[in-house]
């Protein structure tokens, strides 16, 4: 009897156990998908065409396009719907390995990978059509047909957590579509997502073991909060000024650091800065509307604040920003250029240094003395894919 009831109870507990597996093992997040079309080599190399050197790539695929719907987390916690493009090699080579790619600094809502409009046409071009991967490009929240009204930009765990979570849908696309992948994963970007690549990385290490990185290349990226904020706010680029009002209303927006924007923005820009970042103004018109130099947009006393670090959450703030303290466990190129005005190039160098006592995986590459951030972006690119081509 005594047996007979331990039996009974070791198979209810196999079958419990077995049930819970399963059900962690069939959770998902992808929402739904829409097929966009086809993007083909013919034209992914009149895109190459007109971009060197990125005009010596040789497109030899097609690529079927997807636009996504997923769950994901709101800077919150809350549950929260973000979108995103996956782009398919047709007909390939046996498996296939992924690229994430994370795109840069966007102010407007629909000026997002899933909308697929003509500047999104290189990604595609460089990774699916050229390197034969399978591209997956978050929009972003606040971006596409995210329910958050504002982008949490450059915010490091709402951009890791909501990138690991379009990667999984992805994954969930292609085994809904019967598409080969294998366990291969490349992580890229530039600018905010050279930053997305290098803490949605971290956070992969950290927190999903199961989800392997095989090679990441973060390109052009803020690394150092002391390198940055005062090299944008003292010696300002040309979109300086973007870049200190979309983070600081973003940060404040979120994080609720101040009183409120009087205390961070000079008026009439205290008012001014919700109406052009409400995603429906372009970078052109929010440029022509903030004052070139951040110094006539931040009040003064924040301003001093920001340069001098005695603003009393900047513990916050650096912790947000600096994320090169961790050991990284695979290949890692940072990537960008000396000559670049918008981000310092040494900020890639500082953290370099200090990766580089942690590991021997990490690799510093400028691929010019002269060339600016936008300037520098093909280029940037195509060190990507060459990087990746290593390890694929």
């Not at 198979?11 to 049930?19: G, R």
């Not at 992914?44 to 396009?65: C, G, H, Q, R």
């Not at 200190?244 to 205390?263: C, I, K, V």
């Not at 466990?329 to 000559?339: C, E, F, I, Q």
């Given at each position: 009897?005594k047996?007979?009831?331990?039996?009974?109870?070791?198979?209810?507990?196999?079958?419990?156990?077995?049930?819970?597996?399963s059900?962690?093992?069939?959770a998902?997040?992808?929402?739904?998908?829409?097929?966009?079309?086809?993007?083909?080599?013919?034209?992914?190399?009149?895109?190459?065409?007109?971009?060197?050197?990125?005009?010596?790539?040789?497109?030899?695929?097609?690529?079927?396009?997807?636009?996504i719907?997923?769950?994901?987390?709101?800077?919150?916690?809350?549950?929260?719907?973000?979108?995103?493009?996956?782009?398919?090699?047709?007909?390939?080579?046996?498996?296939?390995?992924?690229?994430?790619y994370?795109?840069?600094?966007?102010v407007?809502?629909?000026?997002?990978?899933?909308?697929?409009?003509?500047?999104?046409?290189?990604?595609?071009?460089?990774?699916?059509?050229?390197?034969?991967?399978?591209?997956?490009?978050?929009?972003?929240?606040?971006?596409?047909?995210?329910?958050?009204?504002?982008?949490?930009?450059?915010?490091?765990?709402?951009?890791?957590v909501?990138?690991?979570?379009?990667?999984?849908a992805?994954?969930?696309?292609?085994?809904?579509?019967?598409?080969?992948?294998?366990?291969?994963?490349?992580?890229?970007?530039?600018?905010?997502?050279?930053?997305?690549?290098?803490?949605?990385?971290?956070?992969?290490?950290?927190?999903?073991?199961?989800?392997?990185?095989?090679?990441?290349?973060?390109?052009?990226?803020?690394?150092?909060?002391?390198?940055?904020?005062?090299?944008?706010?003292?010696?300002?680029?040309?979109?300086?000024?973007?870049?200190?009002?979309?983070?600081?209303?973003?940060?404040?927006?979120?994080?609720?650091?101040?009183?409120?924007?009087?205390?961070?923005?000079?008026?009439?820009?205290?008012?001014?800065?919700?109406?052009l970042?409400?995603?429906?103004?372009?970078?052109?018109?929010?440029?022509?509307?903030?004052?070139?130099?951040?110094?006539?947009?931040?009040?003064?006393e924040?301003?001093?604040?920001?340069?001098?670090?005695?603003?009393?959450?900047?513990?916050q703030?650096?912790?947000?920003?600096?994320?090169?303290?961790?050991?990284?466990?695979?290949?890692?190129l940072l990537?960008?250029?000396k000559?670049?005005?918008?981000?310092?190039?040494?900020?890639?160098?500082?953290?370099?240094?200090?990766?580089?006592?942690?590991?021997?995986?990490?690799?510093?590459?400028?691929?010019?003395?002269?060339?600016?951030?936008?300037?520098?972006?093909?280029?940037?690119?195509?060190?990507?894919?060459?990087?990746?081509?290593?390890?694929?």
């Amino acid at each position: 009897m005594k047996h007979t009831l331990r039996h009974f109870l070791f198979t209810l507990l196999c079958l419990v156990s077995c049930v819970y597996a399963s059900a962690l093992y069939a959770a998902v997040n992808l929402i739904n998908y829409k097929y966009l079309g086809e993007f083909d080599a013919d034209k992914a190399k009149l895109t190459l065409k007109m971009i060197p050197p990125l005009d010596t790539l040789n497109p030899v695929y097609s690529a079927k396009l997807y636009k996504i719907d997923y769950e994901t987390n709101a800077p919150d916690g809350t549950s929260s719907k973000a979108s995103g493009l996956v782009a398919m090699p047709v007909n390939p080579q046996g498996k296939v390995s992924v690229v994430s790619y994370f795109h840069g600094t966007r102010v407007t809502r629909s000026d997002v990978p899933s909308n697929f409009a003509q500047n999104y046409y290189i990604y595609p071009a460089v990774f699916a059509n050229t390197g034969g991967y399978m591209l997956v490009m978050p929009d972003y929240l606040g971006l596409g047909d995210s329910e958050l009204a504002l982008h949490p930009y450059v915010q490091a765990k709402s951009l890791a957590v909501s990138c690991v979570d379009m990667i999984s849908a992805a994954k969930e696309l292609a085994s809904t579509l019967k598409y080969p992948i294998n366990d291969k994963l490349f992580l890229a970007g530039n600018s905010e997502g050279g930053f997305t690549t290098i803490v949605t990385f971290e956070d992969m290490l950290k927190h999903h073991k199961d989800i392997p990185v095989t090679a990441a290349a973060p390109g052009s990226a803020p690394y150092d909060w002391t390198e940055t904020v005062p090299y944008i706010t003292t010696q300002p680029g040309p979109r300086a000024s973007i870049y200190a009002a979309y983070f600081f209303y973003s940060m404040q927006t979120y994080r609720h650091y101040w009183s409120g924007l009087a205390e961070i923005f000079k008026a009439p820009y205290d008012t001014l800065v919700p109406t052009l970042f409400d995603g429906s103004h372009d970078i052109t018109e929010i440029q022509s509307t903030l004052p070139a130099d951040p110094k006539d947009l931040l009040r003064d006393e924040f301003f001093k604040a920001m340069v001098d670090g005695t603003d009393p959450h900047m513990n916050q703030l650096k912790h947000n920003l600096n994320h090169y303290n961790f050991v990284v466990t695979a290949p890692m190129l940072l990537v960008g250029s000396k000559g670049d005005h918008d981000l310092p190039f040494h900020g890639a160098e500082l953290a370099y240094s200090v990766l580089k006592t942690k590991s021997d995986k990490v690799f510093l590459k400028s691929v010019s003395d002269v060339l600016d951030h936008i300037q520098a972006f093909p280029f940037v690119t195509k060190e990507q894919l060459e990087f990746f081509q290593q390890y694929n």
